[in-house]
């Protein structure tokens, strides 16, 4: 599902927060977002997520006018919001049961869950699983959805490294299957470069973008990607751009 953010501008009261945001992500891509804290990246997101609509300009999705949150699109935040209450089967397969109560595929939620390294803890409750379990669990909720549209908000931001490439390795593998469009907003340079088919890098005060970049990596990626001059390229001019 495409998605085209034209002309963008959104303002909290006086604020101007985001000013002349353009950007077109084609079916099926993968596009991180990095950015100086306050630039504005989840208010980007939330308005392609459909919770706040942009003071000026437009976002199409499928050449349609965005007018609220949708199905066709699943957004994962930082804190991973599981639902303390109920178990970790039942927390991933929440989405499914909002969208038809009747019919739940637990096959595909329990494959999820299998890919997930979550195997065995079916039965847990949310306090019983360590922090990078919790939000493998809500990656689990967002992914057995299949959705078109993946939108992440710096979603490994409070792993440890171990967990976080685990977690990235997870995401790719499960993104080259299910072929949903991405907008992934990182703070984590050598993250962006390494999951994106394209880089954005977003200026302050207003929220703009400055670097527009395509990852001239191949896929599979690898972690030790990250040493080849390409790569070293790439992070030189988004570090350039974030130093300010
Ligand atoms: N609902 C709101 N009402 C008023 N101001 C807001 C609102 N949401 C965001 N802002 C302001 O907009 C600016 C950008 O916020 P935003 O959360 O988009 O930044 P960010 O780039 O996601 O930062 P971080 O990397 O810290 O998450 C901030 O100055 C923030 O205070
Ligand atoms: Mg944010």
New binding site residues.
């Given amino acids: 599902m495409p998605i085209r953010i034209e002309h963008v501008g959104r303002d ?1 009261g006086p ?1 101007r ?1 985001l000013d002349d945001v353009s950007l077109a992500i084609e079916d099926g891509t993968f596009v991180t977002v990095l ?1 100086a ?7 980007l997101l939330n308005m392609v997520a459909g919770l706040s609509p942009p003071s000026r300009g437009r976002i199409l999705l499928d050449g349609k006018p965005i007018a609220g949150p949708g199905p066709d699109r699943v957004v994962v935040f930082q804190q991973p919001g599981l639902y303390p209450w109920l178990t970790l089967r039942d927390n991933v397969a929440f989405g499914l049961r909002m969208r038809s109560a009747r019919q739940i595929e637990w096959p595909r939620v329990d494959e999820v869950i299998a890919v997930m390294g979550l195997r065995g803890f079916e039965s847990h409750r949310p306090y019983e699983l360590s922090g990078g379990m919790q939000q493998r669990v809500a990656l689990a909720r967002a992914l057995v959805m299949q959705p078109r549209v993946l939108l992440m908000d710096e979603p490994f931001a409070a792993l440890d490294a171990q967990t976080r490439h685990n977690m990235q390795r997870f995401l790719l593998e499960l993104w080259e299957k299910i072929q949903a469009t991405v907008l992934f907003i990182t ?1 984590d340079i050598d993250e962006a470069i390494l999951l994106g088919d394209r880089v954005v890098v977003m200026g302050a005060r207003p929220g703009r973008i400055v670097l527009e970049q395509s990852v001239p990596l191949s896929r599979p990626r690898q972690w030790e990607m990250s040493l080849e001059p390409a790569f070293i390229d790439l992070k030189r001019q988004a570090l350039h751009i974030l130093a300010g």
């Fill in positions: 909290f604020l927060v950015g804290s306050g630039c504005g990246k989840t208010t703070h």
